[in-house]
């Protein structure tokens, strides 16, 4: 009878651990790791999916970095997603250096522009005119965080176009702060700028004519994710591949997360439920 009973315990054990380990396993499939940038469209896009997501029944980690440790990250698969690559041009180095250990899951924009920007009230149009401004802004560029792509573009648009400028590294905040104050003094100022971007709707802006094509002409805004992931993830993989997002659309999400500092969870969360039937259709 003891042996019996010992036989019949040590069977439910097997058994519960085979429950247990297929338990973890389905909690393990629905946890999703997303690696952003602070660009206020990515930080946007990126709340945005974490609070739908999390609305679906998933676990939602976000790992929030610069550029280059975020493509690591993924190739490496310490992530699972980026939603902020821009192609062709602006992240073709890290393409070059991780593609093959990454793969193509979707596109949110098609209509990105980056470049050197002014005020409209700066009288200049082109890169080519640059110069003749100098003294102005104290030959100064206004950057943003050292590894981002645009960086090291307007480094070569610095060489290319022989100017004598200094690229200033600093953050999207520290822009956008440098570009406040000097447009309410009406103050010349050159800066780092993109769209999609709510600068443009708050300030009139002009992004700088490009002859040389160094800044290319528009880009999209594509998901990546760590090669494999989208196979082993078909309902995740569907959401992100139709994640596409209007002018309109991800203006209107942006004002919302701008217009709440740390409060990023709960201004996408009211967009998402104001623009549910939009949102949820990404899921078929």
Request: aromatic share 10%; hydrophobic share 45%.
């Amino acid at each position: 009878m003891r042996n019996i009973t010992i036989s019949i315990l040590f069977t439910c054990a097997i058994l519960l651990s085979a429950c247990g380990g297929k338990k973890k396993d389905a909690e393990a499939k629905k946890e999703v790791t997303i690696a952003m940038v602070n660009w206020l469209e990515c930080i946007a896009d990126t709340h945005l999916a974490k609070v739908v997501l999390e609305e679906k029944g998933y676990k939602v980690n976000l790992i929030n970095a610069n550029v280059a440790p975020v493509f690591a990250a993924v190739a490496k698969g310490n992530a699972d997603l980026f939603m902020e690559v821009w192609k062709p041009v602006t992240h073709k180095p890290y393409l070059d250096r991780f593609g093959d250990k990454l793969e193509n899951v979707g596109i949110v924009y098609t209509e990105g522009k980056i470049g050197l920007v002014v005020p409209q009230y700066v009288p200049i149009n082109s890169l080519a005119e640059l110069n003749t401004i100098k003294d102005k802004v104290q030959g100064k560029i206004v950057g943003i965080d050292p590894g981002a792509g645009m960086m090291k573009l307007t480094q070569k648009a610095i060489e290319d176009y022989e100017l004598d400028y200094e690229l200033m590294a600093s953050s999207e905040a520290g822009m956008l702060a440098s570009l406040k104050r000097a447009y309410d003094k009406k103050e010349f100022i050159v800066f780092t700028g993109w769209k999609p971007h709510t600068k443009f709707t708050k300030y009139d802006l002009k992004i700088l004519e490009d002859p040389k094509k160094i800044y290319g002409n528009a880009e999209t805004i594509e998901i990546i994710a760590t090669k494999g992931w989208s196979a082993k993830n078909p309902e995740l993989a569907t959401f992100f591949k139709n994640f596409k997002m209007t002018d309109e659309k991800l203006g209107s999400l942006m004002i919302a997360i701008e217009a709440n500092p740390g409060k990023e969870d709960e201004a996408a969360r009211k967009w998402y439920h104001e623009n549910k039937a939009f949102v949820d259709a990404w899921f078929n």
